[in-house]
């Protein structure tokens, strides 16, 4: 199995950045394509960033595309999504997740482990 847990997240006013981690553990970490997704009070869940399992390949929503970065360090076992510019819509709890295949999807069906979520508010 793997184990996912994010963390960064917080309060930041609109236009400043914050660093979300996600930690991973588990022997099989290491050949997953990853994703960080979010989710408003009353929304669906909606991809926002992934990368492949060697970090040569990664996708954005067009939401996010200019602002956000998603990288991956091997080593260390994280997964990192870069938040620059950040508008009051971007407010949501950010959850990381692990896919089954080595290249991202947009789609939250081939994510199999999901972390606990980490709280990113942005005020105005």
């Known amino acids: 199995q793997v184990q996912l847990v994010e963390s960064g997240g917080g309060l930041v006013q609109a236009g400043g950045s914050l660093r979300l981690s996600c930690a991973a553990s588990?022997?099989?970490?290491?050949?997953?394509?990853m994703g960080w997704f979010h989710q408003a009070p009353g929304k669906e869940r909606e991809f926002v960033a992934g990368?492949?399992?060697?970090?040569?390949?990664?996708n954005r929503a067009d939401s996010v595309k200019g602002r956000f970065t998603i990288s991956r360090d091997r080593a260390k076992n994280t997964v990192y999504l870069q938040m620059n510019s950040l508008k009051p819509e971007d407010t949501a709890v950010y959850y990381c997740?692990?896919?089954?295949?080595?290249?991202?999807?947009?789609?939250?069906?081939?994510?199999?482990?999901w972390g606990q979520g980490t709280q990113v508010t942005v005020s105005s």
């Open positions: 997740a692990a896919s089954d295949r080595s290249i991202p999807t947009t789609s939250p069906i081939q994510y199999v482990y």
């Open positions: 588990g022997r099989t970490f290491s050949s997953y394509a």
């Open positions: 990368i492949s399992w060697n970090g040569g390949y990664t």
